[in-house]
Every structure is written in structure tokens, then in C-alpha cells.
């Protein structure tokens, strides 16, 4: 009995230990390798300048590490073609960035089939490497140009800086998320952030889904300037779920292009917060199953939005196609805020003085005032409007839908009611503010004059 019960003890602690094992976080006993194209370096004091022995080339170095090392380039030109496979691996440029001043970390891979850096593990990342397409055009095999390629999960590419070869064949990606040579061949949750990536023929990233079993789902597109590609500047294809937000894109082919069909429909894809910017398109929807591209809470480049000839003759910014929700668009730049919608409000309408006494106990009536890309009446969440000092302070105590138009667009306007006292106004106070958010839960703010009176 006595045997039994031991032999039971070491089975659950056997299990335990593995469980513990597995589950350890990778990173714990995390090492350090160098990489310096002089073989040497300062390890010792985090230094590219010293006698310490250092890996010449990348490849090297991931072959030598382990799951959850890091691995530090130091500035200079490495011609290699790198494959990251091991898991929880952080390949990077000393300073971390190739979109500053610094000196630059450059990787010219001498050929980029399937890509100059293919990342097939899991939770790695790759930071602050410029990756050149220098390879050789025809006679040479002709096939894409990847820069980079993300086929695992929850890889982040960051701060990188890609540089394609422009209008020649064979056409470049800078760089391609989808899954097929690992795992259940789809790559989930990739972040490809703050990078910057110019003269792409193809496109500047590409997330793409083929089957099934070749896919990439829930992927994070963020922070990046694509400029000057004579080709796409961001497609999502076939791709569920792909969030892209905060991209700056200028002086591209077209700036953002979506595609889904009947058989992988790329559902809950959305382009918001993006500034879209002098490209000689904005948007375009090439899907197949009649799916709308969500491209909504942009900024444009004019404040009347992007051009469409039938849905927004008036626009001044870049032009859309068919079937693209832009509606509404961002007004101005990009803010810390996004979305967020600045309206235009009326203080006391009718009445051009706004003169405004706190101490009376009365209502304030504000107007909500539509616009091309705004129609207060059926899209502001009347309960969470609040007016003041600030934008803050007042709660809302009812609004009137029926005060028609006030601004002359053809549009009804929304006027709703604020306590004075509780607004926070003062006499140095020379603007109040009106603050709340859309049905969608989308920020609002607007402001006007106001005389303030003791």
C-alpha cells in the first residue's frame, strides 16, 4: 500500500514539474547574443566598440540561440537572408529603431524567396532593421520579392524601415502575413507597427488568406508611414478581423485596398484612424461577396472628405470607390483622440451674444449642427452629453429633435438642454465646451464663443 501511495506521490509531482516546466515563460533565462560584421564587441558594458568575440552574421546567432534570447545588431551591412524559427526570440538593432537619425542596422538579403527575413515562430520580434530589395532582377528567378514574411502568431514587426526597388519585375512586398508552413497554417495575431516602408511596387504590406489552412486572422496594423510606392500601400485579403488604425499613407498607387469572396469572407476588417493623404487613390473594394469595406473615421485630407463621384461630389480628399463606408470622416488630422468627431455646436442659437449667467438656475439649449459626414439626429447618444468649462460638467437633461434646420444644410440639427450652475463657467471663461459620443461609442467635442456674466 505504502509502495502504491509513493509511486502516486511521484506521478502527481512528476506532473506538476511538467506542468510548471511547460508553462514557464521563456524569457526567464533569456541570454544576450551579438551580432557586429567585425566580430567583435563591447558585450560586457552593451557596446558595439570592444575586444569580445561577436557572431559575423545574423543567421548565426539564431541558430545559437534558444527560445526567449535576444539578439543585438550592431550598426552596419549584413547581406544575408535570415529565417527565424525558435519561439520568443527578439531580433533587433542596438538603439531598436531604423526610422531615427541613428546609425543604421542594414540587411541586404541576396535573395528574397520566400522572403529576405521569414518568420515561421511563435511571440517573436523583429525591431529597428532597414531591409533593402537589392537583388538582382531578371534573368533571375522570377518570382515575388518578400522583405519580410510573418507565417507564425503573435509576432510583432517593429520600427523597421523597407525599402523596395520600385516599377520593376519581379514586383516586391515589403511585407506579407499569412500562415501555410506551420502549426495549423494560420497566422494569428501578428502586429506589424511603426514602420516605415517606401517604393514597394506591390504592397507595402499584404495580409493574405488562401485557405483554410494558409490564412491569417486578427491581425494588428498600426503606426506605420507607407509612402512613395508606386503600388499598394495596405491590402487585407480574404482576412478576418484585421484591425488597421493609425497609418499614415501618402503618395501611393492606392492607399488602402480590401478584398473578401463567398468562400473566406475577410468579416470584421476594419481601416479607421488612417490618414489617407495624396495618393492617386484612397480606397478601394475589390471583394466579390458584396461585403462593404468599413473605412469609417478617417482623415481624408479635406474636410469634406474623400471625392466619390455619386456619394460625395463635394469631397476634396483622396477618391473612393464603390461600395466603402467612409461616412463619417475625420474633420481634421489625426488627434491623440481616435475617433473622434469635432462637430460644430451653437451656443443659445438665435441668439449671437451667448451671454450665459451660471448663478440663474436655467437651461442652456446647445445645438448640435449637422454636416456632410455628421447627422446629429440619428447619430449622437443622447445620454451621454455634457456641456461646460471643459466639456465635462453638465449632464445633459433632454434634447428637441424637432427644432428643424438650424444651419441651412438641408439636414435636421439636435438642440439638447444643460443645467447652468453646473456647467463650471467663469467669468474668464470665453469658450464652452460640448463633449459626449455616437450611438457607436465614437468621441464627439465641440466648442463655441460665449460671454459669461456675474
Known sequence: MLRTV?????????????????????????????????????????????PDPAYIRIQAAIEAAEDGDE??????VYREQITI????????????????ASPDTILLPEELDPAGVWILGDGNVLEGLVIQDTAAGPPH?????????????????????LVGRGPTGPADIGVEVHGGDVGNGVAERNEIVENEILNVFSHAILV?????????YWTVIRGNQIHDNPGNGITVDRSPATRVERNTLSRNGVAIVFHSEPAFPAIETMFRCNQIVGNRTGARNAATDGLVMRAEYNWWGNENGPRHDLRNSG??????????????????????????LRIRIDVMPGDTTNRIHPGSHTLIPVALLSSSGFIPLAEVDRRRLHFGA????????????LIGDLNGDGIGDLVCYFRSELTGLGPDHRVARLRGQTLEGVAIEGQDAVEILP
Open 390 to 401: 471643459t466639456g465635462g460638467e453638465s449632464a445633459v437633461v433632454g434634447c428637441d429633435s
Open 315 to 340: 469631397g476634396g480628399g483622396d477618391a473612393v470607390g464603390d461600395n466603402v463606408a467612409f461616412r463619417p470622416w475625420l474633420t481634421g488630422p489625426l488627434e491623440e483622440i481616435c475617433p473622434l
Open 208 to 216: 493574405r488568406s488562401l485557405a483554410r489552412d494558409r490564412a491569417a
Open 85 to 100: 524559427h525558435r519561439n520568443y526570440l527578439t531580433v533587433r538593432s542596438v538603439d531598436g529603431s531604423a526610422v531615427d
Open 6 to 50: 509513493c509511486s502516486l506521490i511521484m506521478v502527481v509531482g512528476a506532473a506538476y514539474l511538467i506542468l510548471v516546466m511547460g508553462s514557464r515563460d521563456p524569457r526567464t533565462n533569456a541570454r544576450t547574443l551579438w551580432v557586429d560584421d567585425d566580430g567583435t564587441v563591447g558585450a560586457a558594458a552593451s557596446s558595439c566598440d570592444g
Open 71 to 76: 539578439i543585438r545588431i550592431c550598426p552596419g
Open 141 to 161: 528567378p522570377v518570382h515575388l520579392h518578400r522583405l519580410i514574411w510573418v507565417g507564425g502568431d503573435r509576432n510583432t514587426v517593429r520600427r523597421n524601415r
